[in-house]
């Protein structure tokens, strides 16, 4: 079986300043992992995933992840947020028979 | 030229009732899912199609019926509609299993 734990549900932070999002995850098999975002009143869109090699992965919006498969975390950053990154975010990973599953989900709130 | 496309957007219905809510996507996926998202943003699978072939079927009451018709579709039914019900439906898509998953923009249904 496989599970994703986003070990923050609500993360507040100003404008400007650096973030990071966690997410840990287990899975008996190589996975692929995510992030998507999901703004208010849409649907989940993709930020960026990771498959295979480098583990450093860049994505839209000036978000990136690094996979660390020691302590298996996909955690999110991103250097410095603007209002508009207040949004959702889901981790997820996919790995055994291609069956996904997503985390909790994270609120980031991006006060002025 | 919407990836992928959910009718209706809103459905406010009464308990009892019977309600469907349809999904297209015309990105020539093979995989098609269902998602309800409830009041605190978690999300949970429901279906998954693979060439119109049934192959997640979570823990779901068997008043939910899918059904994809073709590739591109997939439907979902709802018989005898409970106040629990009410929730963010949301459908996806993705070129196989476990791959990047594409969403619709939701369908907020209230059951009265």
């Known amino acids: 079986a496989q599970s994703v734990t986003q070990l923050d549900s609500q993360v507040p932070v100003f404008e400007e300043a650096p973030v990071e999002l966690r997410c840990n995850y287990s899975s008996s098999v190589s996975v692929y992992l995510f992030w998507y975002v999901q703004y208010p009143n849409q649907g989940l869109q993709l930020l960026l995933k990771?498959?295979?090699?480098?583990?450093l992965v860049k994505g839209i919006n000036g978000f990136e992840a690094e996979f660390n498969k020691s302590q298996t975390s996909f955690h999110l950053r991103k250097p410095s947020v603007h209002i508009s990154d207040t949004a959702e975010y889901f981790c997820?990973?996919?790995?055994?028979?291609?069956?996904?599953?997503f985390g909790d989900g994270t609120t980031l709130t991006v006060k002025p | 030229d919407t990836a992928v496309s959910q009718t209706p957007k809103y459905l406010v219905t009464q308990m009892g009732n019977d309600k469907s809510i349809k999904c297209e996507q015309n990105l020539g996926h093979d995989t098609m899912y269902w998602y309800k998202q409830d009041s605190k943003k978690f999300l949970k699978i429901m279906f998954s199609y693979n060439n119109k072939e049934l192959i997640i079927n979570e823990t779901v009451p068997n008043r939910f019926s899918p059904k994809s018709p073709d590739k591109a579709h997939l439907n979902l039914h709802i018989n005898s509609l409970e106040l629990g019900d009410s929730a963010v439906y949301f459908c996806a898509s993705s070129q196989a299993r476990g791959d990047t998953q594409y969403f619709g923009p939701g369908t907020r249904l209230t059951v009265l």
């Open positions: 997820a990973v996919s790995g055994n028979a291609g069956k996904s599953t």
């Open positions: 990771y498959l295979s090699g480098s583990t």
